[in-house]
Nanobody, 123 residues
């Protein structure tokens, strides 16, 4: 089993930045791919970014490309999501998730999920 804990969310104004963290514990040897997703009330869960644990290859959705950056610190078993130039439409609950075998943007490919951290962008 893998336990994930997100942190770093909060209330910010448009144009400001936040860095989310996702710390993993437990059977971390299962972790091959880590993703960030977000969900707003009444909307489906949306892919944001993903990273390969080995090699560090990344992928970002078009809606955040150039503003958000996913990264990892293997020594700390932690993945980060640096979010710059935040917009009101980025407001959502942000979740990190782990996949054992699937390099995918589809949330169904992820076996373990964190509890989420709320990001609110408002003036």
């Amino acid at each position: 089993q893998v336990q994930l804990a997100e942190s770093g969310g909060g209330l910010v104004q448009p144009g400001e930045s936040l860095r989310l963290s996702c710390a993993a514990q437990g059977s971390v040897f299962f972790i091959n791919f880590i993703g960030w997703f977000r969900q707003s009330p009444g909307k489906e869960r949306e892919f944001v970014a993903r990273i390969k644990r080995a090699g560090g290859m990344t992928d970002h959705s078009d809606s955040v490309k150039g503003r958000f950056a996913i990264s990892r610190d293997q020594a700390k078993n932690t993945v980060y999501l640096q979010m710059n130039n935040l917009k009101p439409e980025d407001t959502a609950e942000y979740y990190c998730a782990v996949a054992k075998t699937a390099w995918t943007r589809n949330s169904r490919g992820y076996e373990w999920w964190g509890q989420g951290t709320q990001v609110t962008v408002s003036s």
